[in-house]
């Protein structure tokens, strides 16, 4: 510990002195501290010992309070100490001891901490249905007072939600297209049903792939935006100061919100099933040779229109899912960076979740449309 | 604290022929300024005039477009990581509203400077953050307390206990009364006056308020013209014939604080 110094003077008779001398300041306390510390308090327990500090040239508060803590927290008597340093002793010596809590094994904790995330879940979806119930009051509103349809807002987020993510969803699209395309084509080649391949891409893509894959897009850019931005509009009180002008957060923030992204979704949806199809077209053309207007002209033959419309409707209520979800979450934040970053986090994760289980009960309510079985 | 440090030679703050540019706009042309060991410098101006990018420059957190900026005799720039991290430890900053980790209970952000020593025991630290809780007059029972749950007030004393946490020589201060209703401001003052004292620190701080200023500083620094006008004590700035001067010293608010500090330094 380069300038402070811990020198053991042993006398006679089994006595010794403790020399600290040196620059004593919390700059000066280096990796060696530690054990320097330990030797103190081991030192500071005899009784044979005794401390001169009077060769302390720079003793600050952080020290001060090291060698309290040796002394046992009490003013050792028979310590040497420089005057002008007896002030920092007083300052140490003057804070209120906190007492120490025990902690006690909580058995119950497992349980306890399970009923608490029931409790919550249900609060959430008791807040998700209010929030749902409010959209539905501010529609019929808004169809008897036209004038105040928020379009500056919609549009807005329509920009944000829909016309940015076109590049990305077409690309993510076409890839996927392409790579069920091929892996699907390797398996049909063994049963010399390479024609297949018009009717798995087209239904599968249409109905389910599509829909699926822009709203987990949709969840993951446009439901973390929404949640970060209703929650930093809550933390710097812009929502508080709309409140004061008379602009409804609801109306104003949260419809326009969920009626872009049910504008803009199925829209999506359309667009990816056509990249995922121009992607699926262009690997069946190369793997099995299968020609651009054979695949266009076959398409609409194997797939039933009402896919089409189900894929639509998909977008639709996954829209409304996200959006809902973003809001929810982004309404509850709290003025900390952790509820931030677990508030987005959980606004994405219960979106893609609750997409799926919509996707799941979707599936079971349409099982016998759109399929010539 | 730095109470008995073997006082080294020379300003603590060397301000050098600063400018400063973003982008089209000069901010500052010429800014010179020096703080010595042990006074409390106050640095006003308008707004706008550069009082926060001056010290954001003297906390290293950016850089001079020409110019030196020199701490404890060492030139910023010219410094390695190691000295750099040395002198960082030197200084304490408190931020205008407390930038205080809001993540982290009022107990882990005195602490974390301390922690990131990575030298300290968990009991040593503890009993140096009640120190300093208990040195800015916090009780016991805030130690837990969320940053969220603090009022302004108490932000600004935690704020105010963390940038002691390192025992450093020198503290900065950006706006220390912003935000504070007069009881608190005044009481903040007087901790700061204290502390200064009894710790033997040398303090620089952008300010606006007149009462601050007057308790405070020994000496005033104005920036305006994109350089340092004048330096000298309250009184002496207070006389000169410059038009912002005249508006910030002469008007009636002056003369009301002035009458008060005046009356709290005979008390």
């Not at chain 1, 392409?178 to 390797?186: D, G, N, R």
């Not at chain 2, 080294?8 to 982008?23: A, H, K, L, R």
Request: charged share 20%.
């Amino acid at each position: 510990m380069a300038g402070a110094v811990l020198r053991h003077e042993f006398a006679g008779g089994g006595r010794s002195v403790l020399h600290l001398e040196g620059e004593w300041t919390l700059r000066h306390f280096d990796a060696g501290f530690a054990h320097i510390s330990a030797h103190m308090i081991e030192l500071g327990a005899d009784p044979r010992v005794d401390w001169d500090l009077t060769g302390i040239t720079a003793f600050d508060s952080a020290a001060a309070m090291a060698v309290w803590r040796a002394w046992g927290r009490r003013r050792r008597e028979s310590a040497r100490v420089n005057p002008e340093h007896e002030a920092l002793f007083a300052r140490v010596a003057a804070v209120p001891p906190l007492p120490h809590v025990t902690k006690v094994p909580d058995w119950l904790r497992p349980i306890v901490f399970l009923g608490r995330r029931v409790l919550i879940l249900f609060e959430n979806l008791a807040s998700i249905a209010v929030l749902l119930g409010q959209m539905i009051f501010d529609s019929i509103y808004l169809v008897r007072h036209p004038r105040d349809i928020p379009w500056r807002e919609i549009s807005a987020n329509i920009h944000k939600a829909g016309t940015q993510a076109l590049p990305v969803t077409a690309m993510v699209g076409f890839l996927i297209g392409v790579v069920l395309s091929y892996l699907s084509a390797l398996q049909l080649k063994n049963f010399g049903a390479d024609i297949y391949i018009i009717n798995i891409l087209g239904i599968g893509v249409t109905r389910e792939m599509a829909p699926v894959l822009a709203a987990v897009l949709i969840a993951g850019r446009s439901g973390s935006a929404m949640t970060a931005h209703i929650g930093v509009m809550r933390v710097t009180e812009e929502i508080d100061a709309m409140a004061t002008m008379g602009i409804p957060a609801s109306l104003r923030l949260v419809l326009p919100k969920v009626s872009a992204l049910a504008i803009v979704t199925p829209l999506l949806v359309m667009w990816t099933t056509a990249a995922a199809l121009l992607g699926g077209m262009l690997s069946a053309n190369y793997q099995l040779g299968l020609s651009y207007s054979f695949f266009m002209e076959t398409l609409p033959k194997v797939v039933p229109i009402a896919n089409l419309w189900i894929g639509f409707i998909k977008g639709v209520m996954f829209g409304v899912v996200v959006a809902i979800v973003a809001c929810h979450y982004g309404l509850r934040i709290r003025p900390n960076t952790e509820s931030l970053s677990a508030g987005t986090t959980g606004s994405v994760v219960t979106a893609i979740s609750s997409v799926i289980v919509v996707d799941a009960v979707f599936a079971i309510l349409t099982k016998d449309i759109g399929l010539d079985l | 604290m730095g109470a008995n440090e073997p006082e080294e030679e020379g300003p603590v703050i060397e301000v050098i022929d600063v400018c400063t540019q973003i982008g089209t706009q000069l901010i500052h042309n010429g800014v010179s300024l020096t703080v010595n060991r042990g006074e409390v410098m106050a640095l006003v101006g308008g707004s706008g005039s550069g009082k926060t990018t001056l010290l954001r420059h003297v906390i290293g957190l950016t850089q001079p477009t020409r110019g030196k900026i020199k701490l404890f005799g060492q030139d910023l720039a010219e410094l390695d990581r190691d000295a750099a991290h040395r002198v960082r430890q030197r200084f304490g900053t408190l931020f205008q509203y407390g930038a205080l980790f809001s993540a982290l209970p009022v107990f882990d952000n005195i602490a974390l400077p301390l922690r990131e020593l990575r030298v300290l025991d968990e009991g040593l630290i503890h009993d140096l953050v009640m120190m300093k809780l208990h040195l800015v007059e916090l009780e016991c029972a805030h130690a837990r307390k969320m940053p969220a749950q603090l009022s302004g007030g108490m932000i600004k004393r935690v704020g105010l206990a963390r940038s002691l946490s390192l025992e450093p020589e020198l503290l900065v201060l950006d706006e220390p009364t912003a935000g504070l209703d007069p009881d608190r401001s005044e009481s903040f003052v007087k901790l700061i006056k204290t502390l200064g004292r009894e710790l033997h620190l040398t303090a620089m701080m952008v300010t606006h308020d007149l009462d601050t200023l007057f308790t405070l500083a020994d000496r005033v620094a104005v920036l305006a013209e994109q350089r340092i006008i004048a330096v000298g004590t309250v009184d002496e700035i207070a006389a000169l014939p410059h038009p912002f001067i005249r508006n910030f010293f002469q008007g009636e608010r002056a003369e009301r604080a002035r009458k008060m500090a005046a009356a709290h330094i005979h008390k």
